[in-house]
Protein backbone atom coordinates (compact mmCIF):
# COMPACT_ATOMS: atom_id res chain seq x y z
CA UNK A 1 0.00 0.00 0.00
CA UNK A 2 1.04 3.14 -1.03
CA UNK A 3 1.91 5.97 1.99
CA UNK A 4 0.48 8.13 0.24
CA UNK A 5 -2.85 6.55 1.27
CA UNK A 6 -2.14 6.32 5.23
CA UNK A 7 -3.24 8.91 7.42
CA UNK A 8 -3.11 9.13 11.39
CA UNK A 9 -6.50 7.46 11.68
CA UNK A 10 -5.94 4.72 9.00
CA UNK A 11 -6.97 4.53 5.32
CA UNK A 12 -7.47 7.82 3.36
CA UNK A 13 -10.16 7.47 0.83
CA UNK A 14 -10.22 8.90 -2.76
CA UNK A 15 -14.33 9.64 -2.82
CA UNK A 16 -15.30 11.46 -5.83
CA UNK A 17 -19.05 12.81 -6.18
CA UNK A 18 -20.25 13.24 -9.46
CA UNK A 19 -22.64 15.98 -10.01
CA UNK A 20 -24.92 17.73 -12.45
CA UNK A 21 -26.49 20.58 -10.67
CA UNK A 22 -29.70 19.06 -10.82
CA UNK A 23 -32.05 17.63 -7.74
CA UNK A 24 -31.29 14.14 -8.85
CA UNK A 25 -27.62 14.84 -7.76
CA UNK A 26 -28.86 16.29 -4.27
CA UNK A 27 -28.78 12.45 -2.81
CA UNK A 28 -24.90 11.77 -4.07
CA UNK A 29 -23.73 14.80 -2.81
CA UNK A 30 -25.07 14.62 1.13
CA UNK A 31 -23.73 9.83 0.71
CA UNK A 32 -20.52 11.30 -0.10
CA UNK A 33 -20.79 13.70 3.13
CA UNK A 34 -21.44 11.20 5.20
CA UNK A 35 -19.13 8.79 4.09
CA UNK A 36 -16.27 11.12 4.58
CA UNK A 37 -13.92 10.97 7.35
CA UNK A 38 -10.72 13.18 8.32
CA UNK A 39 -7.88 12.69 5.94
CA UNK A 40 -9.90 11.74 3.07
CA UNK A 41 -9.64 13.37 -0.55
CA UNK A 42 -13.91 14.28 -1.61
CA UNK A 43 -13.70 15.42 -4.88
CA UNK A 44 -17.25 17.30 -6.49
CA UNK A 45 -17.18 17.15 -9.80
CA UNK A 46 -19.69 18.50 -12.90
CA UNK A 47 -19.40 17.67 -16.15
CA UNK A 48 -19.72 20.30 -19.03
CA UNK A 49 -19.85 19.66 -22.70
CA UNK A 50 -19.35 23.17 -25.34
CA UNK A 51 -22.37 23.62 -27.48
CA UNK A 52 -20.28 26.27 -29.96
CA UNK A 53 -19.32 25.48 -33.20
CA UNK A 54 -15.83 26.04 -34.54
CA UNK A 55 -12.22 25.55 -32.77
CA UNK A 56 -11.90 28.92 -31.94
CA UNK A 57 -15.72 29.57 -30.22
CA UNK A 58 -15.55 26.75 -28.73
CA UNK A 59 -12.48 26.77 -26.44
CA UNK A 60 -13.51 30.49 -25.88
CA UNK A 61 -16.42 28.90 -24.42
CA UNK A 62 -14.66 25.94 -22.41
CA UNK A 63 -12.20 28.81 -20.97
CA UNK A 64 -15.74 30.76 -19.76
CA UNK A 65 -16.58 27.41 -17.99
CA UNK A 66 -13.76 26.63 -16.26
CA UNK A 67 -13.55 30.14 -14.92
CA UNK A 68 -17.07 30.17 -13.92
CA UNK A 69 -18.47 26.51 -13.00
CA UNK A 70 -16.36 26.10 -10.09
CA UNK A 71 -18.37 28.51 -8.51
CA UNK A 72 -21.62 27.20 -9.62
CA UNK A 73 -21.06 23.86 -8.20
CA UNK A 74 -19.42 24.88 -4.74
CA UNK A 75 -23.10 27.02 -4.43
CA UNK A 76 -25.06 23.50 -5.43
CA UNK A 77 -22.79 21.84 -2.90
CA UNK A 78 -22.89 24.45 -0.03
CA UNK A 79 -27.30 24.64 -0.41
CA UNK A 80 -27.68 21.12 -0.65
CA UNK A 81 -25.71 20.47 2.64
CA UNK A 82 -27.57 24.07 4.38
CA UNK A 83 -30.71 21.95 3.34
CA UNK A 84 -29.84 18.54 4.46
CA UNK A 85 -28.24 20.21 7.47
CA UNK A 86 -24.54 17.85 6.75
CA UNK A 87 -21.25 18.82 6.20
CA UNK A 88 -18.26 17.25 5.66
CA UNK A 89 -15.64 16.33 7.21
CA UNK A 90 -12.85 17.57 5.15
CA UNK A 91 -12.71 20.36 3.12
CA UNK A 92 -14.61 19.26 -0.56
CA UNK A 93 -12.15 19.93 -3.74
CA UNK A 94 -14.51 21.61 -6.94
CA UNK A 95 -13.69 20.16 -10.37
CA UNK A 96 -15.58 21.34 -13.56
CA UNK A 97 -14.48 18.21 -16.55
CA UNK A 98 -15.01 19.53 -20.02
CA UNK A 99 -16.87 16.65 -22.36
CA UNK A 100 -19.58 14.03 -22.25
CA UNK A 101 -20.08 12.96 -18.44
CA UNK A 102 -19.33 9.18 -18.84
CA UNK A 103 -16.02 9.57 -20.63
CA UNK A 104 -15.10 13.07 -18.82
CA UNK A 105 -15.99 11.15 -15.42
CA UNK A 106 -14.62 7.84 -15.68
CA UNK A 107 -11.00 10.05 -16.73
CA UNK A 108 -11.09 11.63 -13.90
CA UNK A 109 -11.54 8.59 -11.01
CA UNK A 110 -8.71 7.04 -13.42
CA UNK A 111 -6.52 10.42 -12.89
CA UNK A 112 -7.35 10.87 -9.45
CA UNK A 113 -7.25 6.21 -8.70
CA UNK A 114 -10.70 6.95 -6.60
CA UNK A 115 -11.70 4.55 -4.25
CA UNK A 116 -15.56 4.82 -4.60
CA UNK A 117 -17.59 7.17 -7.12
CA UNK A 118 -20.71 8.29 -6.04
CA UNK A 119 -23.34 9.63 -8.46
CA UNK A 120 -27.25 10.39 -8.73
CA UNK A 121 -29.92 8.84 -10.82
CA UNK A 122 -32.85 10.70 -12.50
CA UNK A 123 -34.75 7.30 -12.51
CA UNK A 124 -36.35 7.07 -15.76
CA UNK A 125 -38.42 4.67 -16.38
CA UNK A 126 -40.23 3.30 -19.77
CA UNK A 127 -40.04 5.23 -23.08
CA UNK A 128 -37.93 7.87 -21.38
CA UNK A 129 -35.77 5.39 -19.99
CA UNK A 130 -35.44 3.57 -23.61
CA UNK A 131 -34.48 7.06 -25.50
CA UNK A 132 -32.34 8.23 -22.73
CA UNK A 133 -29.52 5.67 -21.92
CA UNK A 134 -28.42 6.20 -18.10
CA UNK A 135 -25.53 7.84 -16.96
CA UNK A 136 -25.38 5.85 -13.58
CA UNK A 137 -25.94 2.21 -15.35
CA UNK A 138 -23.10 2.84 -17.57
CA UNK A 139 -20.83 4.06 -14.89
CA UNK A 140 -21.68 1.35 -12.79
CA UNK A 141 -20.31 -1.23 -15.84
CA UNK A 142 -17.08 0.80 -16.76
CA UNK A 143 -16.21 2.26 -13.52
CA UNK A 144 -12.59 0.65 -12.73
CA UNK A 145 -13.73 1.44 -8.82
CA UNK A 146 -16.92 0.68 -7.15
CA UNK A 147 -19.80 3.24 -7.37
CA UNK A 148 -22.54 4.04 -5.50
CA UNK A 149 -25.74 5.18 -6.93
CA UNK A 150 -27.49 7.79 -4.28
CA UNK A 151 -31.27 8.43 -4.46
CA UNK A 152 -33.92 9.84 -2.00
CA UNK A 153 -34.52 7.28 1.30
CA UNK A 154 -38.54 7.36 1.50
CA UNK A 155 -40.06 4.42 3.04
CA UNK A 156 -43.85 6.61 2.80
CA UNK A 157 -45.54 4.15 0.66
CA UNK A 158 -44.21 1.07 2.15
CA UNK A 159 -45.19 -1.72 4.16
CA UNK A 160 -43.35 -3.11 6.85
CA UNK A 161 -43.03 -7.07 7.45
CA UNK A 162 -45.93 -8.81 8.60
CA UNK A 163 -43.40 -10.87 10.90
CA UNK A 164 -40.24 -8.66 11.85
CA UNK A 165 -36.90 -10.35 12.27
CA UNK A 166 -35.33 -9.60 14.55
CA UNK A 167 -38.66 -8.73 16.47
CA UNK A 168 -39.58 -5.32 17.25
CA UNK A 169 -39.25 -3.82 20.67
CA UNK A 170 -42.78 -4.56 21.39
CA UNK A 171 -42.71 -8.08 20.41
CA UNK A 172 -39.38 -8.11 22.24
CA UNK A 173 -40.99 -7.37 25.45
CA UNK A 174 -44.07 -9.59 24.89
CA UNK A 175 -42.03 -12.48 24.90
CA UNK A 176 -40.32 -11.55 27.70
CA UNK A 177 -43.67 -11.01 29.58
CA UNK A 178 -45.36 -14.11 28.86
CA UNK A 179 -42.54 -15.93 28.78
CA UNK A 180 -43.83 -17.43 25.02
CA UNK A 181 -40.76 -17.11 22.39
CA UNK A 182 -43.74 -17.21 19.67
CA UNK A 183 -45.57 -14.45 20.97
CA UNK A 184 -46.24 -10.91 18.66
CA UNK A 185 -46.99 -7.68 19.95
CA UNK A 186 -50.48 -6.47 18.68
CA UNK A 187 -49.37 -4.54 15.49
CA UNK A 188 -47.53 -7.73 14.14
CA UNK A 189 -50.41 -10.63 15.79
CA UNK A 190 -52.13 -12.03 13.06
CA UNK A 191 -53.59 -15.46 12.80
CA UNK A 192 -51.12 -18.23 11.87
CA UNK A 193 -52.33 -19.81 8.65
CA UNK A 194 -52.79 -23.81 9.02
CA UNK A 195 -50.74 -25.68 6.45
CA UNK A 196 -52.79 -27.35 3.54
CA UNK A 197 -51.44 -30.38 3.23
CA UNK A 198 -51.61 -32.04 -0.54
CA UNK A 199 -53.19 -35.66 -0.06
CA UNK A 200 -53.53 -36.14 -3.74
CA UNK A 201 -56.06 -37.07 -5.92
CA UNK A 202 -57.81 -40.74 -5.41
CA UNK A 203 -56.39 -43.54 -7.94
CA UNK A 204 -58.59 -44.83 -11.08
CA UNK A 205 -59.79 -47.82 -9.86
CA UNK A 206 -60.93 -46.80 -6.46
CA UNK A 207 -63.12 -43.88 -8.33
CA UNK A 208 -66.97 -44.87 -8.65
CA UNK A 209 -66.90 -44.03 -11.93
CA UNK A 210 -64.25 -46.60 -12.73
CA UNK A 211 -64.96 -50.06 -14.61
CA UNK A 212 -62.52 -52.84 -16.06
CA UNK A 213 -62.86 -54.88 -19.29
CA UNK A 214 -62.58 -58.29 -18.70
CA UNK A 215 -61.96 -60.81 -21.66
Known amino acids: MNQETKTQEGFRQVIVVAVDLSPASDAAVIAGVRIARPGDALHVIHTVESTRLG ?26 CV ?10 EFSTCIGSPVAAIL ?23 LLHSSVA ?7 RCPVLIAKERSY ?21 ETGDATA ?27 FNISS
Open 55 to 80: ELRRLVEEERILAQDPGEIQTYFNDV
Open 107 to 129: QFTVDVEAHVLVCGTHARHGLDR
Open 156 to 176: ASCRKSDRPAPVCADCAAVRT
Open 184 to 210: WCQVHAREHVGLHTYQGAPSRSSHPAS
Open 83 to 92: AAGDWPAVKP
Open 137 to 143: ETLVREA
